[in-house]
């Protein structure tokens, strides 16, 4: 059975702090994803990565980094947390075909910054 | 920037209705729309999927309505149950990037009252 699991599923952290948000999926997938989702926003691509130690930026990169050392795994990085970016953080990974372009998803971490 | 702009933003529908959400997009690039469902507590996992060169694709209760002329596609949920309440997200890519960078529409939540 397909599965991408996240570190956490509730983390609170205060402002100024290093959070370190962690992904595995154990699908041998190529690609990997982290997205945000904020109510009337829906989900938007903060970071992608297509290889190891490939990275894209997607549409919200600012005040985020990633990480990936390992094909199973995807870390997301918040350098210096600030209250805005109190959100649901949602991985995904997929395979890399043309034709097949199914995301799988973790269950999400909620993160809030007090 | 909004590629894909979603409507309503949520939905209330009686038990044995039938449900509509739609979508929308201005990329002309844009050639597989995907559905995604969403339970509380869990990730977002595919639904349905369409590719241009069809107008309609169903599978059980679940349709796809495509309109390429007008850029616009819909999700019917026909004899909608109340396992159905959940949120949806309409979704878009170009085929051709291989990294099936989705595009996400802002979601609508769907409650199926029994």
């Known amino acids: 059975d397909v599965k991408v699991t996240q570190s956490s599923r509730y983390l609170v952290k205060r402002t100024g702090e290093k959070v370190f948000l962690e992904c595995v999926q154990d699908?041998?997938?190529?690609?990997m994803f982290w997205y945000r989702q904020d109510p009337g926003l829906g989900l938007r691509l903060i970071y992608f990565?297509?290889?190891?130690?490939?990275?894209e930026k997607g549409d919200i990169p600012e005040g985020y980094s990633v990480s990936r050392e390992k094909k199973e795994r995807f870390s997301l990085i918040l350098e210096s947390a600030s209250t805005n970016q109190t959100s649901m953080y949602l991985c995904?990974?997929?395979?890399?075909?043309?034709?097949?372009?199914?995301?799988?998803f973790g269950p999400g971490t909620r993160l809030t910054v007090l | 920037q909004q590629q894909v702009k979603q409507s309503p933003q949520s939905l209330i529908v009686q038990k044995g209705g039938i449900s509509i959400i739609n979508c929308a997009y201005e990329?002309?690039?844009?050639?597989?729309f995907p559905w995604y469902q969403q339970f509380p507590g869990k990730g977002p996992a595919l639904l349905i999927a369409?590719?241009?060169?069809?107008s309609e694709k169903k599978e059980g209760r679940f349709t796809i309505s495509f309109n390429k002329s007008a850029k616009q596609f819909s999700l019917h949920i026909m004899d909608s149950q109340p396992g159905d309440s959940a949120t949806y997200f309409c979704?878009?890519?170009?085929?051709?990037?291989?990294?099936?960078?989705?595009?996400f529409g802002t979601g609508t939540r769907l409650l199926v009252s029994p």
């Open positions: 369409i590719r241009p060169d069809v």
């Open positions: 990329n002309t690039a844009f050639d597989y």
């Open positions: 995904a990974s997929s395979r890399t075909e043309v034709s097949y372009n199914e995301q799988f």
């Open positions: 979704a878009a890519t170009p085929m051709n990037t291989g990294f099936q960078k989705l595009v």
């Open positions: 699908m041998d997938h190529e690609n």
């Open positions: 990565s297509y290889d190891v130690k490939m990275k």
